[in-house]
Antibody, heavy 118, light 106 residues
């Protein structure tokens, strides 16, 4: 069965970077895009961007442009999302989700909490 | 960017009720609209894509309709396990924006 398992919670200081992993299984890794979604505490969902594991094409929302980098490791079927220059308002849950096709998502990871605090 | 709005922001209903949530896009998105359910402390669950197509395993009590700018999610025969926040998302053009969510209490 399709599974997306994310890395554990992180605590970072302002200005630091965080790299969240999303290990996939149960399907052909290069056949599906991966989306990343952010959810601040008590807030709604915010789409961050998308990566195609087949070739590495990425598209980021402008809000995160310049601070976010999405990468893949095909040898381990893992996708990474790195967010730099962290601020306190970056404290959030980060989710990866598989793209059923380019844009629609079907399976989600369990979420990774990133807390930014001095 | 396409802005998404939802109404109501919250609702309270009884077991067995039929509830409808509305989602509106600031520009036409064709039928490129998805619905998600999120329970407290859990990851979102994909319910519907292409405005009205249920993902595999989603109960038929969920249904979606609409096109262009106006969409609805209907839950028939509400059950306690349907208590959640429901989000719409357009994926017609990047960034794929979400609505603010509708909290459904039973």
């Amino acid at each position: 069965q399709v599974q997306l398992v994310q890395s554990g919670a992180e605590v970072k200081k302002p200005g630091a970077s965080v790299k969240v992993s999303c290990k996939t299984s149960g399907y052909t890794f290069t056949s599906s895009y991966i989306h990343w979604v952010r959810q601040a505490p008590g807030q709604g969902l915010e789409w961050m961007g998308i990566i195609n594991p087949n070739g590495g094409y990425t598209r980021y929302t402008q809000r995160f442009q310049g601070r976010v980098t999405m990468t893949t490791d095909t040898s381990t079927s893992t996708v990474y999302m790195e967010l730099s220059s962290l601020r306190s308002d970056d404290t959030a849950l980060f989710y990866c989700a598989r793209g059923k096709d380019y844009a629609t998502t079907d399976y989600w990871g369990q979420g990774t909490l990133v807390a930014v605090s001095s | 960017d396409i802005q998404m709005t939802q109404s109501p922001s919250s609702l309270s209903a009884s077991v067995g009720d039929r509830v409808t949530i509305t989602c509106r896009a600031s520009h036409g998105v064709s039928n490129n609209l998805a619905w998600f359910q999120q329970k407290p402390g859990k990851a979102p669950k994909s319910l519907i894509y292409a405005a009205s197509t249920l993902h595999s395993g989603v109960p038929s009590k969920f249904s979606g309709s609409g096109s262009r700018t106006d969409f609805t999610l209907t839950i028939s025969s509400l059950q306690p396990e349907d208590s959640a926040t429901y989000y719409c998302q357009q994926y017609d053009s990047s960034p794929f924006t979400f609505g603010p969510g509708t909290k459904v209490d039973i």
